[in-house]
């Protein structure tokens, strides 16, 4: 394996996020694996290229947690799906659950998951690909208290719970 790394300017003159990573498979020349296209102002990953093709990372809550990732979108569809500039998206205290929504109906051919947090305790909401929501609740000790899913389609499990 080789790895490239890049200063992120602005950031911190000692951090050096990955910019690539290359391997060899047996003699054969090396190739690129991962490819870290763009970053956000915290230096966290926005648009990768891996073997197995293009993922868009959307941060929000102030750039803290992961708001969406996209799988099978340019980053310029994404800017132009959510409405052009990301930063006020990222910078939210909490994300534009609308844009995520346009997001969603804009690109039909990527595969978008997105997160919700609650601070100081941990992620209580992913939604797949699929439209399946998984809910997350805590107890006032902030543990995992109990794992919902919610079905869109009719299903005869229109609700799954799990208590932990």
């Known amino acids: 394996m080789k790895y490239e790394y890049v200063p992120i300017k602005g950031v911190s003159d000692h951090f ?3 910019y690539s990573a290359w391997e060899r498979v047996g003699e054969g020349a090396l190739r690129e694996v991962y ?3 763009d970053y956000d102002a915290l230096g966290h990953p926005l ?3 891996r073997n197995e093709g293009k993922t868009v990372y959307l941060w929000s809550y102030n750039y803290l947690h992961l708001a969406a990732e996209i799988k099978g979108a340019t980053i310029s569809e994404v800017r132009t799906a959510m409405g052009g ?3 006020p998206f990222m910078q939210a205290g909490t994300p534009d659950r609308a844009k995520l929504v346009r997001l ?3 690109l039909p051919q990527a595969q978008i998951t997105s997160y919700t947090y609650q601070p100081m305790t941990g992620v209580t909401s992913v939604t797949d690909p699929c439209g399946v929501v998984s809910y997350y609740e805590y107890d006032l ?3 995992l208290n109990r794992h919902c899913l919610l079905y869109t389609s009719p299903s005869p499990r229109d609700r799954s719970e799990s208590r932990m």
Do not use: H, K, T
Request: proline share 6%; glycine share 0%.
């Open 35 to 37: 490819n870290c296209i």
């Open 16 to 18: 050096f996020p990955c």
């Open 85 to 87: 500039d990301l930063v």
């Open 104 to 106: 969603r109906a804009s």
């Open 47 to 49: 648009y990768v290229v």
């Open 141 to 143: 000790l902030q543990r």
